[in-house]
Every structure is written in structure tokens, then in C-alpha cells.
């Protein structure tokens, strides 16, 4: 299965998708309730259909916007719109995302999105890419007066804890795109250096990106330093930590 050839199709599908909607009346339009809990709109349940055409019958899905289909081969990661709240109000600020994984959970390609700018960044096992361009993590090792770090979190709790982190007080640079995705392909072509959740995510669809950070050289754990699991459901949560270089990791887990 020419699984690159799929991912990216079917990124190309979601813009197309999601594009000819984004700014209608009907994208914001409230369809239920997702398996994580949240509203799933209108543009969600189009993105996620452009990537259900592209899929053979036989994967196992877990997307955000519907209970996972069980299969007998490959296990699909499927974040439709990574945004949804900006996407409803017709802002281009989101993303979207699609990881495969095979039985034994491990990856063998994703690729992210950013329909602000129409880029698709995509990983496999030969490394991570921008475009078609191959792309790397800064070499970034302290935390200093050029460190940038992404955060993110999902409520307004989660938010106010985030602040009283001392990382926060420390780092001189410190944003929150609203967009995991957004933060990790940054991470990965090198334009910021670190990326925080100490909040609690999950790891099978809010987790699509982890593997880009790896194989641009980046370095991946939750935010006690242990290593981070995929699972095949929506159950399983994590806190994450994900930095350009080990001695930037081992610098903001200390600070963690």
C-alpha cells in the first residue's frame, strides 16, 4: 500500500473540502456531540469525509468526530480540523492531520495540513519534509533570549496553571496558536524550539505530529520525561513535552 501517496491525497481532499464550505452559514452548524467530548461542526464531518474517501475498507479508524471503525490492517489516526472554533467563524487559522500506524502501533507515515498557508508537512521513516522539502529541529540547547516555546491547553483552568508554570516565567518567547499540529510542525522545520501541554491529551488524535518532531531530529516525552504510547482509542490521555534537542528536552523537563 502506497500509504504516502494516500496521506497526502487526502490532505489535498480536506483542503478542497473544508475550502469550499469554510465561510458558509452551514460550516458552523452544531451536528452532535465527538467521542472527546466536544461539538463536532459541520466543516469537522466534511473534512473527516475527504479522508474516509481516500481509505481503504480495511483500516481501523479512530477520527474525532465518530466511534472508531475496527479493522484487520492498519490503524488510522484522523484529526479533521484541528480548530474547529476559528473554522466555524471562517478563519483559515487551523489544521488538520492524519497518522497511520500499523497493528503493533508503530508509525509508518503522517502528515499535517496548515490551511492558512496550504502547507503539508509530511514523515515517514526517511524523515520529515515540508512541501516535498526535507526539513529539521533548531539546535537550540538553552533556554535563552532566542528560545521559543509553544503551549497549549485546553481549558481556561488549564490555561491559568500553565502560567504559574516557572518555564513560562522564564522562557522569553511563549505562545499558544491554538493548535497543537500548528506548534509541532513549527517545531520540526526549526521556527520554534520547544512545545508544553502539561495538561492532560489524547494521544491517539491530538497526538498527530509527535512522529514529524522525531524524525526532523526533535525529541518526544510527556512532561515527567517518560516516553509517550499511542493508543488505538480515545481513552488514553498524556501530558507532552516536545523540544528541538535533548539538552533543551532535559532543560524544560527541569523546569517542568
Not at 99 to 110: M, N, V
Request: charged content about 25%; hydrophobic content about 35%.
Amino acid at each position: 500500500m502506497n500509504w504516502k501517496k494516500i496521506v497526502l491525497s487526502s490532505v489535498n481532499d480536506v483542503f478542497s473540502a473544508v475550502n469550499a464550505v469554510l465561510g458558509t452559514e452551514n460550516a458552523g452548524k452544531t451536528l452532535g456531540i465527538n467521542p472527546k467530548g466536544d461539538k463536532t461542526y459541520q466543516i469537522d464531518k466534511v473534512a473527516e469525509k475527504a479522508y474516509l474517501d481516500n481509505l481503504p475498507e480495511n483500516v481501523t479508524i479512530i477520527s474525532e468526530e465518530s466511534k472508531p471503525k475496527l479493522g484487520n490492517d492498519v490503524i488510522v489516526f484522523l484529526d479533521p480540523v484541528c480548530g474547529s472554533i476559528l473554522a466555524k467563524r471562517g478563519s483559515r487559522h487551523f489544521t488538520t492531520g492524519i497518522a497511520i500506524y500499523s497493528k503493533q502501533l508503530e508509525p509508518i507515515c503522517e502528515a499535517i495540513g496548515i490551511f492558512e498557508t496550504g502547507d503539508i508537512y509530511y514523515a515517514d521513516s526517511s524523515g520529515s519534509y515540508k512541501n516535498g522539502k526535507k526539513i529539521h529541529t533548531s539546535n537550540k540547547k538553552k533556554i535563552d533570549d532566542s528560545t521559543i516555546i509553544n503551549c497549549e491547553s485546553h481549558s481556561i483552568a488549564d490555561r491559568l496553571e500553565i502560567i504559574k508554570i516557572d518555564l513560562f516565567k522564564k522562557a522569553p518567547h511563549v505562545f499558544c496558536p491554538g493548535s497543537d499540529k500548528l506548534s509541532l510542525s513549527m517545531l520540526s522545520e526549526g521556527i520554534i524550539d520547544g512545545y508544553v501541554n502539561p495538561a492532560k491529551v489524547y494521544p491517539s488524535t491530538e497526538l498527530i505530529g509527535i512522529y514529524l518532531v522525531k524524525q526532523a531530529g526533535g525529541v518526544v516525552s510527556d512532561t515527567e520525561g517518560r516516553q509517550i504510547k499511542v493508543y488505538p482509542d480515545m481513552k488514553h490521555k498524556t501530558t507532552m513535552l516536545c523540544s528541538c534537542t535533548k539538552e533543551m528536552h532535559a532543560a524544560l523537563l527541569k523546569m517542568l
